[in-house]
């Protein structure tokens, strides 16, 4: 990645041709010889020595503005300091954080809604990348929107707003709407982060992937921090390692909890609703509605598991050709209290987890038998709704971060569902 600098060198000239010998100017010289000096106000005379101090003061403060990074003139405002963060208020200052890479360790804040549909193919600027340096500052989304983000490319690895956060980083309260990627060959792609091994929080996306490559991930290509609080609604296609939320989740720090995904999922091998493989790390209090549809090792909540699964659940419907299961296609891992919908999934087997009715699955008694916490993290409509995540509005039904008319309707069919 080209990085573009920002440090300007000035030329100055000096027109003058000071006298020599001396403090003061010399006399004006005629034809006829020299012109004795006026008379002047001895308090407005200016020395040479006086001028010569004034110029290189001058040029000092010439030289100082000319070698500091004017990093204010990015942005809309800020210092990048935690208490006053760079102010990233259009899509020029979103873009242009991908452009420096010493403002990576910084802090910044979004004050608008973005609207990047300015930038197509590979025209906006990723933020962190494997190659060169990771982002590990804080982006705070501030409850935002960035919408329309769209990035066409083949080959690429990292692709997101941010392409390689590293351990020091931290995303949060990022909403996403309208992403549009297509990637192919490419590796760890996500609408927010390609490869995250910081913390990523109270973030959400909604929108379209479609790569040839490896670990794609609604949310987080690969995982290797920590995502918590966060959520997806995508359309994905993928080939090897493909999540409605994250592709792949790797050791060494990685956890993925409280979170939740949307929408349909579509792989080759190791497809899942929520991440597509969960190798050597931890999910926890989540869940997964998403269709998932795959070639080989496929589950509505995760397509393989090495490692730890608890108190989590799916309903999608799910389907593939080999290693196929309600839960998980494949499980060499723990999972405890976990559980998917045999009606709903269309799958009564499972590499892991326990299998139990649409009834079952909306009673509550199914989940605190199993040592579920209804009072801190879960909450549910009994007899009417899924558990959902106390971090969702109560009642939002459709899982978009509100509740309106639409929750209601779906509601409603619940309830005559079952007159």
């Known amino acids: 990645m080209e990085t573009q600098n920002d440090i300007r060198y000035t030329k100055y000239e000096i027109p003058f041709d000071f006298a020599q010998g001396g403090e003061q100017f010399g006399p004006e010289l005629t034809a006829e ?8 106000n001895h308090h407005s005379r200016i020395t040479t020595h006086q001028y010569l101090r004034l110029l290189a003061m001058v040029l000092l403060l010439a030289c100082f503005a000319a070698f500091t990074p004017k990093a204010w003139a990015r942005y809309s405002g800020g210092t990048g300091d935690p208490n006053d963060p760079y102010r990233i208020a259009t899509a020029a200052d979103l873009n242009n954080i991908g452009n420096y890479e010493e403002d990576w360790d910084k802090n910044f804040v979004l004050v608008n809604d973005i609207n990047l549909a300015q930038y197509t193919g590979t025209q906006f600027h990723i933020i962190g990348t494997w190659r060169y340096e990771p982002f590990f ?3 705070d989304g501030n409850e935002r929107m960035i919408i329309n983000f769209t990035y066409t490319a083949v080959g690429k690895k990292e692709i997101g707003i941010f392409g390689y956060v590293g351990v020091l980083g931290r995303i949060k309260n990022v909403s996403m709407s309208n992403v549009s990627i297509d990637a192919d060959q ?4 996500g609408c927010l982060v390609g490869l995250n091994e910081g913390t ?3 973030c959400r996306a909604a929108g379209e992937i479609s790569t040839t490559g490896y670990h794609t991930g609604g949310l987080v290509g690969v995982n290797r921090g920590v995502v918590s609080d966060c959520s997806s609604a995508v359309f994905l296609f993928g080939d090897y390692a493909s999540g409605g939320l994250v592709g792949t989740n790797l050791p060494p720090h990685n956890l993925i909890s409280r979170c939740y995904a949307t929408g349909t999922v579509s792989g080759n091998y190791l497809t899942g609703g929520l991440v597509g493989l969960n190798d050597g790390g931890a999910i926890e209090n989540s869940y ?11 589950g509505g909540l995760a ?16 389907s593939g050709n080999t290693g196929t299961g309600g839960l998980m296609g494949d499980n060499m891992g723990i999972v405890t209290a976990s559980f998917w919908d045999t009606q709903t999934s269309g799958q009564t087997i499972s590499g892991g987890g326990t299998g139990k009715t649409t009834a079952e699955m909306k009673t509550m008694s199914t989940f605190t ?8 993290i879960w909450g549910i409509g009994e007899n009417q709704t899924y558990p959902f995540l106390r971090n969702e509005p109560a009642g939002d039904s459709d899982h978009d971060k509100k509740v309106d008319l639409i929750d209601l309707a779906i509601l409603a069919s619940h309830w005559l569902e079952e007159k």
Request: charged letters at 15%.
């Open 369 to 376: 038998d199993a040592g579920w916490d209804f009072v801190e």
């Open 303 to 318: 397509g393989g598991n090495t490692y730890k699964v608890s108190y989590c659940y799916a309903t999608g419907k799910v």
């Open 200 to 202: 990523i929080s109270h």
């Open 33 to 40: 010889g020299p012109v004795e000096p006026r008379t002047t």
């Open 186 to 189: 490419a590796e760890q792609v």
């Open 137 to 139: 500052g804080v982006f």
């Open 288 to 298: 997964a509605t998403c269709a998932v549809n795959g070639s080989a090792t496929t």
